[in-house]
């Protein structure tokens, strides 16, 4: 089974404080992406990498950056958390082609709370 | 604007029913789409996808069919238990033949209830 793995479940952080979430896959997948998920607007991308050292400005992506040193790990940096930045984030990796058999799949989530 | 939306926000069905949720897209060169479901708390958990050069695909209690003709799709699940319980969402990738999984986008969801 593909295993996407975020470190930090549930944080609280202050404003302006940099945050780290932290994304592992141990698929070999060359794509990673994290995204945003809030009540009613659904799934928005933040970053996607498509290769170590690569990346790819999604759909929202003011007031993050991104890190991928290793194949396997994806980080987002909120480098000074602001209150509405509280919200679920979302790692998920995929092969280079999406195909049936080859799909995008998803960590459980990081809940971030910033007060 | 093109959008992937679902056509009712909630769904509740009896313990044993069958289950429809719908999801109707507006790119015509969408050419691959998924089904997710999630759990309060977890994270989206694949269940099924298709591509757009098929019109039906069966996975253990769950059935996809997409209409291209009026760019719709749909999930069926067989028998629903309450472990069903969940928001469903799909997603449409535009061009997944480009090596790009970055034109992925999802729709807001449906939540199935399942009564007993």
């Known amino acids: 089974d593909v295993k996407v793995t975020q470190s930090s479940r549930y944080l609280v952080k202050r404003t302006g404080e940099k945050v780290f979430l932290e994304c592992v896959q141990d698929?070999?997948?060359?794509?990673m992406f994290w995204y945003r998920q809030d009540p009613g607007l659904g799934l928005r991308l933040i970053y996607f990498?498509?290769?170590?050292?690569?990346?790819e400005k999604g759909d929202i992506p003011e007031g993050y950056s991104v890190s991928r040193e290793k194949k396997e790990r994806f980080s987002l940096i909120l480098e000074s958390a602001s209150t509405n930045q509280t919200s679920m984030y979302l790692c998920?990796?995929?092969?280079?082609?999406?195909?049936?058999?080859?799909?995008?799949?998803f960590g459980e989530g990081s809940w971030l709370t910033v007060v | 604007g093109e959008s992937v939306g679902l056509h009712l926000p909630t769904l509740s069905v009896q313990e044993g029913d069958n289950s429809i949720i719908n999801c109707a897209y507006s790119?015509?060169?969408?050419?691959?789409f998924i089904w997710y479901k999630q759990e309060s708390g977890k994270g989206p958990q694949f269940i099924i996808d298709?591509?757009?050069?098929?019109d039906k695909r069966q996975g253990q209690r769950v059935t996809v069919l997409l209409n291209k003709t009026v760019k719709h799709l749909s999930l069926q699940i067989a028998a629903t238990q309450p472990g069903d319980s969940a928001v469903y969402f799909c997603?449409?990738?535009?061009?997944?033949?480009?090596?790009?999984?970055?034109?992925?986008?999802f729709g807001s969801g449906t939540q199935l209830t399942v009564l007993p």
């Open positions: 998920a990796s995929s092969w280079a082609r999406l195909s049936s058999g080859n799909t995008i799949y």
């Open positions: 698929m070999d997948h060359e794509n």
């Open positions: 990498s498509y290769d170590v050292k690569m990346k």
């Open positions: 790119n015509s060169a969408s050419d691959y």
């Open positions: 298709i591509r757009s050069n098929m």
């Open positions: 997603a449409e990738n535009r061009d997944s033949s480009s090596g790009s999984a970055r034109q992925l986008t």
